[in-house]
T-cell receptor
């Protein structure tokens, strides 16, 4: 079992839909949780960064962390065609020297 | 606009040839990571450096891969000899402290 599991999709939704992306993990030492967005032929870019459990909202994006279930989510409201990309979850523990473990990514397409 | 610069963007080579990929981290960033991305495995950490010192290269096949930081403005990843299974996109990322990791656009390697 990999440390971080992420459904690769692909996920296709109409413009304006609410999108839910998820990851599960097995390492209970993970405390820092991130979501990266990667456009085709580009490097990943940080979208959301959360510490421990709870919610964090930034515009149309909401990140949720449930450490008891080892489950993190990213919600996108009012999805736009420009949101079409691969979304990768990433996480690390406090003593990991900032080394991130990534999910494989979920390919999202938002259709106009 | 500070960014991580990687060269080459694309490289096609034949099995057995030496391949060198270069990365210029963002000025002032003291942590540099090399990742490899494939469809099957996703993003895998190969090696990383802090203040130019190698901290962990356990993800790297030691017999053919080597990573160095000859100075603070240059990180290199070398494969010798290259094999078809090395075909992937190689990303360099840099950061400072526990903050955001900034990725380059990647070097797409095809080994025939």
């Amino acid at each position: 079992q990999k440390e971080v599991e992420q459904d690769p999709g692909p996920l296709s939704v109409p413009e304006g839909a609410i999108v839910s992306l998820n990851c599960t993990y097995s390492n209970s030492a993970f405390q820092y949780f991130m979501w990266y967005r990667q456009y085709s032929r580009k490097g990943p870019e940080l979208l959301m960064y959360t510490y421990s459990s709870g919610n964090k909202e930034d515009g149309r994006f909401t990140a949720q962390v449930d450490k008891s279930s080892k489950y993190i989510s990213l919600f996108i409201r009012d999805s736009q065609p420009s949101d079409s990309a691969t979304y990768l979850c990433a996480m690390r523990s406090a003593g990991s020297n900032y080394k991130l473990t990534f999910g494989k990514g979920t390919l999202l397409t938002v259709n106009p | 606009d500070a960014r991580v610069t990687q060269t080459p963007r694309d490289k096609v080579t034949e099995m057995g040839q030496e391949v060198t990929m270069r990365c210029q981290p963002i000025l002032g960033h003291n942590t540099v990571f090399w990742y490899r991305q494939t469809m099957m495995q996703g993003l895998e950490l190969l090696a990383y450096f802090r203040n130019r010192a190698p901290l962990d290269d356990s993800g790297m096949p030691k017999d053919r891969f080597s990573a160095e930081m000859p100075d603070a403005t240059l990180a290199t990843l070398k494969i010798q000899p290259s094999e078809p299974r090395d075909s992937a996109v190689y990303f360099c990322a840099s950061g400072v402290g526990s903050g955001e990791l900034f990725f380059g656009e990647g070097s797409r390697l095809t080994v025939l």
